[in-house]
């Protein structure tokens, strides 16, 4: 499950999980809607990784803190750090392997 | 065994999905990536018949629910390889088909200019609907002569404060129309027989630089918006299906490819017009076809 998350909580939920993965997208954004079943899947498969979706309308802390200039972009934390910024469109494969 | 693997979930790949799964056949449909194609990038689809206007992404979405509504299966691997016996390798496993049908479209071709690897999401985009509201009130290019690029400056100029629209050649392959309405525009400047050679910028892109008739201009962007085509994928399938030069693969009658059982539609196979229009008449005919076949 992807949960949707604001930009107030993400200190928090990077903070209290091992790992978090947080997708950015708009509803502007064709791409980051189309990638939504891909990212689906792949929380359904990693259980163990948090995942969650912000809208970047609504969330000038983090992409500003994490200079959001494209989207979609699937932010990895490990430990409350950042790991990985994966920018546009992947696979899912591919996605795995830098999730993992 | 499946009645038909189709590689790829875009208009083509799910138009033919929605024709098989209607004609009652047992379906599987790979994606590498995600579902929906190139038309995802689009801002605006006018060139549909009966669909006035909508935008790719929604038309996309439209059609992706109505396929997975229809009970049909979609597994996000990769296809690696496939055998004239119609098996089919991915990332994660083995799967047979009775029939194949190749609609692995196209990607966006890059300018394969130093940075330009580097600075994809610092001011190197290949999607202007997705990035374009980030740069409200900056400067930027876009890169292109089809109708892709056109849009993309039509849409980009009621956002951003400036765009160049930098094109090789001294005519454009897109819709005059489209061309009309950016002459309109007062804050869109045209550098015909131009070519990006060089992008600047360390953390993002600052500047870059354009020949023209061997003089080189240094212009000042926040971003660059690459649209100058799309190249296929079907590199994989080399050992066993006839692919032209360019990587498209050879079609007597525009659905057949040279292995039986083995079809092809949309944008991977070469032809003249690459449209939405044509990948979804693609889609219908190779489902109709391989079911026709299958059951001779």
Redesign the interface.
């Given at each position: 499950m992807v949960k949707e998350i604001k930009d107030t909580e993400y200190k928090s939920i990077i903070k209290d999980n091992k790992k978090v993965v947080i997708d950015c997208y708009?509803n502007?954004?064709?791409?980051?809607?189309?990638?939504a079943?891909?990212v689906d899947?792949l929380s359904e498969e990693l259980k163990d990784i948090v995942f969650c979706k912000v809208n970047v309308d609504e969330a000038e802390v983090i992409t500003g803190e994490y200079?959001?200039?494209?989207?979609?972009?699937l932010l990895i934390f490990e430990d409350g750090i950042l790991k990985e910024?994966v920018?546009?469109?992947?696979?899912?494969?591919e996605l795995e392997e830098i999730i993992k | 065994m499946y009645d038909i693997i189709i590689v790829g979930a875009g208009p083509a790949g799910l138009t033919a999905a929605l024709y098989a799964a209607r004609a009652n056949k047992k379906v599987l449909v790979f994606e590498?990536?995600?579902?929906?194609g190139q038309i995802?990038?689009?801002h605006l689809v006018t060139n549909y018949p009966g669909v006035k206007s909508m935008?790719?992404?929604e038309f996309?979405?439209n059609l992706?629910n109505q396929v997975i509504d229809l009970g049909v299966e979609?597994k996000?691997?990769?296809v690696l390889s496939i055998d004239e016996d119609k098996n089919v390798i991915t990332?994660?496993d083995t799967y047979k088909a009775k029939s194949i049908i190749l609609a692995t479209g196209a990607d966006n071709r890059k300018l394969n200019i130093e940075n330009e690897d580097k600075l994809?999401?610092?001011?190197i985009?290949?999607?202007a609907?997705?990035?374009g509201?980030?740069?409200k009130n900056k400067v930027v290019a876009v890169v292109g002569g089809g109708n892709v690029a056109l849009e993309d400056v039509l849409y980009l100029s009621d956002i951003v404060s400036k765009v160049y629209l930098i094109h090789r050649r001294d005519s454009f392959k897109g819709s005059e129309l489209t061309l009309k309405e950016i002459e309109k525009k007062d804050n869109v400047e045209i550098l015909y027989n131009s070519t990006v050679t060089k992008i600047n910028g360390v953390d993002?892109v600052e500047s870059i630089v354009i020949n023209n008739n061997e003089q080189d201009q240094t212009i000042k962007i926040d971003?660059l918006f690459v649209a100058i085509g799309q190249e296929p994928k079907n590199i994989v399938f080399k050992n066993v299906i006839d692919i032209d030069e360019k990587g498209f693969i050879n079609t007597k009658d525009g659905v057949h490819t040279n292995i039986e059982g083995i079809y092809v539609a949309g944008d991977a196979r070469n032809k003249l017009l690459k449209q939405l229009t044509t990948a979804v008449s693609d889609g219908s005919i190779a489902a109709t076809v391989a079911i026709k076949e299958m059951e001779k």
């Open positions: 708009a502007w954004c064709g791409p980051c809607k189309m990638l079943p891909v899947a200079e959001i200039m494209s989207i979609p972009t910024k920018v546009g469109l992947k696979s899912k494969s | 590498a990536k995600s579902p929906g995802i990038n689009a935008s790719g992404s996309a979405e992706y979609i996000f691997e990769t990332n994660k994809v999401g610092k001011g985009s290949y999607c609907t997705c990035d509201n980030f740069y993002k971003c």
